[in-house]
């Protein structure tokens, strides 16, 4: 098992995220009777908690899914997607999923779509928005106070000192920000591990 860790997208306030999570064991490892009860009580949806009373959230998890965070504008008033409706995009994502668009005159390309993890399926609950509150699925707008915070956050990483790699936003050294609440590009598989202290979060590629 092979671990890259990226940068985690940061947590939306105000904005409650829903992801379809699929607790898998490492690869090579043999589950312990623990680690089986722990994951039968998470498949009957039932509650699960460490040794020591906290809620358990250890093991490898993936939210890979192509459900948009934000419902789109021609989905207004539309919460659930049908049956047909997902397996339709569910199919057509399983279609594109490797194919690469031809590159633009001048363009030299990044990753092709080998490398892309975004996911070709929708959540079980075939929500058409990750947000479900509020109840439009869409980010609310930023309060003045907001506003002013974000304008100060983004002028940070312009205005240096560059005399070091501590000098460099913790997204752009790959360092994971906080817990994983929104699917990425790629490597949409996290490894938590958890103490009575300590909640640390990896974002990795399984190989």
Known sequence: MTHRCLASPGALAVVITVVSLAWVPAAGQAPSSAAKATAAAKTKGTAFRTPWGDPDLQGIWNIS???PLERPKE?????FFSEEEAAALEEKAT???FVDRPLRTGDPGTYNQ??????????PTRRT???????????PPLTAEGQKKVAAMRRLPSD??????LDIDTGERCITDGLPVLPFAYNN?????????HLRVGRCALT
């Open 189 to 197: 598989n996290f490894h938590i591990l958890q103490t009575p202290e």
């Open 114 to 123: 080998f490398w892309m993890d975004s996911g070709t399926r929708v959540v």
């Open 95 to 97: 279609r594109g999923q």
């Open 65 to 67: 899914t192509i459900t």
């Open 129 to 139: 928005s990750l947000i479900v509150d509020p109840p439009d699925g869409r980010i």
């Open 75 to 79: 989905l207004a008033g539309k919460q």
């Open 160 to 165: 240096g000192p560059f005399d070091s790699w």
